[in-house]
């Protein structure tokens, strides 16, 4: 199957349509202040509006109070919450709508133990881990840290671009893919032809399966 595309970090209605016209099948909303991606509850909704049918909408969290998310899913379209913060297991899953839990990865981090305890993940998303930021760095990590028998779908993002995703596919054959910084113009402004070129870097890398090493 191949991997899906998401596309995360957007602050422009245009820059969405523009990433779903040209074949991305999620967008990423980072509702986390710090980051530069920010958008509020009425720019979210702006964006969402400009989506044409059967694009997920994914919310991203950093160690969010319960009443900042239930306030985003009272107001904007969500399919999929992404936690990218310390949440623990039992409050990614009590919002009743599908997660996805992001990791932080280095030497050491255990990925199947936390495979087993976000359990009901929709994915496990793996992420460079640098110190004193939460995500969205552009840095790639170690992919041969992640087991090859993930027990949950892996989303892997850290760093993609479109010079090096297609031998990240073909080295751990994840579920889905996700950037941020690796197809943008300027911070939270992304770039059509980034985004165009990364997304046919990822469609070439999986014509080629004779290279692919995960297990379908
Ligand atoms: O995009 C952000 O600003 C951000 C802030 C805090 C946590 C996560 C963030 N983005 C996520 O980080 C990864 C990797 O991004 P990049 O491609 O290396 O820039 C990705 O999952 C984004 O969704």
């Known amino acids: 199957m191949s991997a899906r595309i998401k596309i995360c970090g957007f602050t422009r209605p245009e820059d969405a349509l523009a990433a779903a016209r040209l074949g991305a099948d999620a967008i990423g909303l980072v ?4 980051s530069p991606r920010h ?15 059967f ?7 950093v160690n969010a109070s319960r009443e900042e998310v239930e306030n985003v899913l009272a107001h904007c379209a969500i399919d ?21 839990k992001a990791v932080r990865v280095q030497p050491g981090t255990d990925l199947m133990a936390l495979a087993a305890q976000y359990h009901d993940a929709r ?17 790639t990590f170690d992919w041969t ?8 779908p892996l989303v892997l993002s850290g760093g993609l671009d479109e010079h090096n995703v297609a031998a990240a596919v073909a080295r751990v054959s994840p579920a889905a893919v996700d950037v941020s910084s690796g197809v943008e113009s300027g911070k939270g402004i992304k770039s059509p032809q980034r985004m165009a070129s990364f997304i046919a870097a990822v469609r070439a890398a999986q014509n080629d399966v004779s290279i692919s090493m995960r297990p379908v």
Not at 31 to 34: E, L, S
Not at 55 to 61: G, I
């Open 55 to 61: 694009v997920s909408v994914v919310a991203l969290f």
């Open 123 to 139: 994915g496990l998303l793996t992420d460079a881990f640098v110190e004193g930021a939460h995500g969205g760095t552009g840095k």
């Open 39 to 53: 958008v509020s509850i009425a720019q979210a909704q702006a964006i969402i509006a400009a989506l044409p049918p």
């Open 31 to 34: 509702f986390y202040a710090p």
């Open 145 to 152: 840290l992640i087991p090859p028998q993930l027990p949950l």
């Open 80 to 100: 999929i919450l992404q936690f990218h913060g310390e949440e623990s297991p039992e409050f990614c899953r009590s919002f009743q709508r599908p997660y996805l």
